[in-house]
């Protein structure tokens, strides 16, 4: 019976599949997000209560106030993600290329960090870096960190702690396009005299952009709005917007401005989403 | 907020402490009663309840360091059969108020019947004005005649209807004898550049403003825009120049053990806690501040059962074991300042050094030395968020 | 002959050997580095595990003292965390079965059926995924502190953080399924129905065991999430404490050497069952 009914009515099945899935983001995902719009145009704090005014001011309160906080976020962030990706490149390539029976294990390594308690990483960090432990003495005697200085709470360790915890966002979509290389047509390159390096470069790079695209994404997003590393592993000059907006929410109840940040935040994402979405070809995206 | 409970707000309260989404939230709901799961709402039933779900801040309980329990709770539910749920999730007052104010401001219970809140903070008198707390049963707690008389009064709950003080303590500086010479002043905290990097702030306003007015020469029990200022700016200099390393609430403590800090600025009852003989803690030489922290019902809490317990630890000698531990059966006590009469002679019994040691049993000379902050300026809005910044910017 | 020899070329020194050993270095540079990668990855989880069964003096885990099993022996001697690693994992399973069949349905009514509205629907799974993870626990908390608006007041706990939990995960199942279900060989089932099957025969023998992988994947990765998030669960949680709320709470006095112990076994644990995996997969490949 069932079936019959989806015979007769061909157009429904997509939109019954979607219904339930949609139905729950939009419900817990859009309308939380239309409430927060709500909130960001009201003024208050824990004292008073809080008034609806269209208080389009603290849009402005925002970005005047924690403009600092913001470049900062997204210059961790940035550095974060290229870090990620120099270092996560390399492997991604050897993996693919090189991986052979092995392939399969090796990304278990790469994912299995990802298994501990983000928290618990990022504590364990600080062990590693304290000021009298065998890394920081070490880097003490190699003059990489000036003696009786310190590595934790500084944006050293935080930046290293937000590009370690999004290690394999970055690795794992790179791998994933390397991988759908076909090795022939570096071949295919080099048969027509373009050196190893050349052939990478023109050839295995582009090919492998989707994977660069994702991996980009998938770690400057998160990373932007982090505030566990800046908390664990900073010091209040590193402090970055997500600090400032769990603040807001949470301590002093100022929402109102705590939403706008938040909006702002989102806007300033989506929009270099686009602009790199743009730069590359959408279909990478969400297609 | 008048103490009589409507129809609406009862039944109201009941729904919202029972899981309202199960079928027996629901049920208990319809009835009007005390639902499935936590406690029963409502403050006039005069009946135990199975488990007793405290908030308190850390190293804020006597501990049985090796089996990690609390001795105290386990002879607690011994006598009265009722299983102590202890949380210590209380970091700082404003993020747990941060928490818990949301649900409050709907009528909803948060889970719990009892909390514990510093009165250097704007926090327990909000919670007495907004109606969020419960009134005590104070048939239930005959030995509330054994609180100290200094504490019978304070401005913002007068006949203590709602709180009962947990422990009081003072604000000090601590050091690492290993990493340092003596720290004793904040001038030396803030401005020794030998400790750059190595010392933190406490991240409550009170606490941390009180030490550096009293540095500045200024009054902290009188506080004025041009002396909060002042106290900021001195603040300020130490974090813009990398001398302050973090703002912290408790969790000064792991660093200043790991040696990642050399000192901080802390209270006093956690550093005899932390059991290294090498870490000293001291009040100021410009003086400290004291303050209380209060146990509090917030709504949707068992009354009685959290009044027989505030009934329980009012008896000295419960208080005097709690406060200096015992050695011999490996328990550590709190260490802070009891509020109890009595509990002194009774700690003598148990562990003799501590009840001679003036940090826990303070001498009048450190009363003398101690300083309560103004309680206008814990509400001023502009301060509070002047402070937000500064620790969280 | 020996004229020929004469012109053969001499046997290759100097430059050329040089050339040979970079060759040599390049070939395994490459390798070395990685695996320094993996072990700069792995760095912390070793650090975890090895104190895990570390017996400190006092409350502070942080330098080595001695060994012992005591930890992993009396792994719930802490109180609270295993009402803790309990609700964790009661969460995660039903979160992720959820997402994870919302998601399926979603990736396949994207890929299979052309229908108004898939751009939007597109960006619409997408936007979680661009959100960051405060803006979505804070607005979430928004809604559940005015659910009041709509009829019933929700309660924290058990139920917004799995609200909580599904939503986030939806995005990242159909993620995962889509990119199976892209390069779905749709001729195996159309043999299937000209062979006299049904849709929902066709689909329940046919596309659903090939598809399995990555519903398993998916499933998988949702738990992973789920059962790691702190931001989100920490804004909708009211009192009701995770694991990773534990552990945030347990590092302000020291986290006892129990937090690494669960940290050592969930990790063990996933690690084996993606061993395990890999193994099927590679039986599964030599068979194919």
């Not at chain 1, 270092?87 to 960090?113: D, E, T």
């Not at chain 2, 709950?157 to 340092?180: C, H, K, M, V």
């Not at chain 3, 009041?148 to 929700?154: Q, R």
């Not at chain 3, 112990?261 to 030599?286: E, H, S, W, Y």
Request: hydrophobic share 50%; charged share 15%.
């Amino acid at each position: 019976m069932g079936l019959g009914f989806l015979h007769r009515h061909r157009g429904t099945t997509p939109y019954l599949l979607l219904l339930p899935g949609l139905l729950w983001l939009g419900v817990f995902f859009l309308v939380p997000l239309g409430f927060l719009v709500y909130q960001s145009l009201q003024s208050g704090n824990f004292v008073v209560g809080y008034a609806f005014h269209w208080a389009w001011s603290n849009y402005w309160d925002s970005v005047k106030g924690y403009s600092g906080e913001f470049e900062r976020s997204f210059e961790y962030a940035g550095i974060a993600t290229a870090l990620a990706l120099i270092v996560s490149y390399p492997v991604a390539y050897w993996i693919a290329f090189r991986g052979g029976r092995w392939k399969n294990l090796l990304l278990l390594f790469i994912v299995a960090p990802f298994f501990v308690t983000y928290l618990i990483r990022t504590l364990a960090w600080q062990t590693i870096l304290s000021d009298h432990g065998f890394v920081v003495r070490s880097l003490a005697t190699l003059h990489l960190v000036a003696h009786g200085g310190r590595v934790l709470n500084t944006a050293v360790a935080v930046v290293a702690g937000i590009t370690y915890n999004f290690l394999p966002f970055m690795a794992l979509p790179l791998y994933v396009s390397l991988e759908q290389i076909d090795a022939r047509l570096i071949e295919a390159a080099e048969d027509l005299y373009a050196s190893k390096l050349h052939a990478f470069l023109r050839v295995t790079v582009p090919l492998s952009l989707p994977g660069i695209v994702a991996g980009t994404l998938l770690t400057f997003i998160p990373a932007a709005g982090d505030f566990i590393n800046a908390q664990l592993l900073g010091s209040p000059t590193n402090h970055m917007i997500g600090n400032v907006i769990q603040s807001k929410f949470l301590e002093t109840g100022d929402v109102p401005v705590a939403a706008s940040m938040s909006f702002i935040l989102m806007a300033i994402i989506v929009v270099m989403v686009l602009a790199y979405a743009r730069a590359v070809g959408t279909e990478q995206l969400t297609g | 907020m008048t103490d009589r409970i409507t129809r609406k707000v009862f039944l109201r309260r009941a729904a919202a402490s029972g899981s309202i989404l199960t079928v027996p939230g629901l049920l208990a709901a319809c009835g009007g009663g005390g639902g499935g799961g936590g406690a029963s709402s409502g403050a006039t039933t005069q009946q135990l309840a199975k488990t007793l779900r405290f908030s308190n801040w850390t190293l804020y309980m006597d501990r049985d360091l090796k089996n990690h329990t609390f001795p105290s709770l386990i002879e607690f539910q011994k006598k009265y059969g009722v299983h102590v749920d202890y949380m210590q999730d209380v970091n700082d007052n404003a993020s747990f108020y941060g928490k818990i104010q949301g649900q409050l401001s709907k009528g909803q219970g948060i889970g719990r019947d009892i909390i514990v809140m510093t009165d250097n903070s704007p926090f327990p008198a909000l919670l007495v004005k907004k109606g969020w707390v419960e009134k005590l049963d104070k048939s239930a707690i005959p030995n509330i005649k054994n609180l100290v008389p200094v504490q019978r009064h304070p401005a913002w709950d007068p006949n203590r209807d709602y709180s009962l003080p947990w422990q009081s303590g003072f604000t000090g500086i601590a050091y690492n004898e290993r990493l340092t010479d003596p720290v004793l002043s904040i001038d030396d905290l803030f401005g020794n550049p030998k400790l750059k990097g190595k010392v933190t702030c406490l991240n409550e306003m009170g606490d941390a403003l009180s030490l550096v007015m009293l540095a500045n020469g200024d009054d902290p029990s009188h506080v004025t825009d041009a002396t909060f200022n002042r106290a900021m700016a001195k603040i300020k200099k130490a974090v813009d120049s990398g001398q302050i390393r973090q703002f912290t609430g408790n969790d000064y403590a792991p660093p200043l053990a790991k040696g990642d800090l050399s000192a901080a600025m802390s209270w006093s009852g956690d550093i005899p806690q932390l059991d290294a003989p090498y870490i000293h803690w001291n009040l100021p030489t410009d003086g400290g501040d004291t303050w209380t922290d209060n146990m509090l019902i917030p709504t949707g809490g068992n009354v009685y059962t959290a009044s027989v317990y505030m009934n329980y630890v009012y008896d000295p000698q419960v208080q005097g074991l709690m406060e200096a531990g015992d050695p011999k059966r490996n328990i550590t006590g709190i260490y802070y300042i009891p509020p109890v009469i009595g509990a002194k002679e009774a700690a003598l019994k148990f562990n003799p050094p501590v009840a001679k040691n003036t940090d826990i049993f303070p001498t009048p000379k450190m009363l003398d030395n101690v300083h309560l902050f103004d309680p206008t300026a814990l509400t001023n809005q502009k301060y509070l968020t002047a402070w937000q910044n500064l620790i969280s910017a | 002959m020996s004229t020929v020899d004469a012109t053969l070329p001499a046997r290759p020194s100097g430059p050329a050997a040089a050339a040979r050993a970079w060759a040599f270095v390049r070939r395994h540079v490459l390798t070395v580095y990685s695996l320094l990668f993996f072990a700069y990855l792995l760095l912390p989880i070793g650090v975890v595990v090895v104190f895990s069964f570390n017996n400190p003096p006092g409350q502070f885990n942080y330098t080595w003292h001695s060994f012992t099993w005591n930890n992993w022996r009396y792994w719930n001697g802490v109180p609270g965390i295993q009402s803790a690693i309990e609700l964790s994992l009661e969460i995660a399973l039903i979160a992720s079965l959820i997402a994870t069949a919302l998601g399926t349905m979603i990736a396949l009514a994207l890929v299979r059926y052309r229908f108004r509205g898939r751009a939007g629907t597109n960006i619409l799974v997408f936007l979680p995924l661009s959100t960051p993870e405060i803006v979505l626990g804070a607005s979430l908390l928004t809604l559940f502190l005015n659910s009041n608006l709509i009829g019933f007041t929700i309660q924290f706990g058990f139920w917004t953080i799995l609200i909580a939990h599904v939503m986030f995960c939806i995005s990242f199942a159909v993620v995962t399924v889509k990119a199976r279900l892209i390069g779905f060989d749709r001729h195996l089932e159309e043999a299937a129905m000209d062979l006299g099957a049904n849709e929902w025969a066709t689909f329940v023998k046919v596309t659903l065991p090939l598809i399995a992988p990555a519903i398993l994947a998916a499933l998988l990765l949702c738990f992973a999430i789920s059962i790691d998030d702190f931001v989100v669960t920490y804004f909708n949680a009211g009192s009701d404490v995770t694991f990773p709320i534990f552990v945030w709470g347990a590092a302000r006095i020291g986290a006892p050497p129990q937090v690494n112990v669960i940290g050592t076994a969930i990790f063990a644990i996933a690690v084996t069952f993606m061993l395990v995996n890999v193994f099927l997969q590679d039986r599964r490949a030599k068979a194919a």
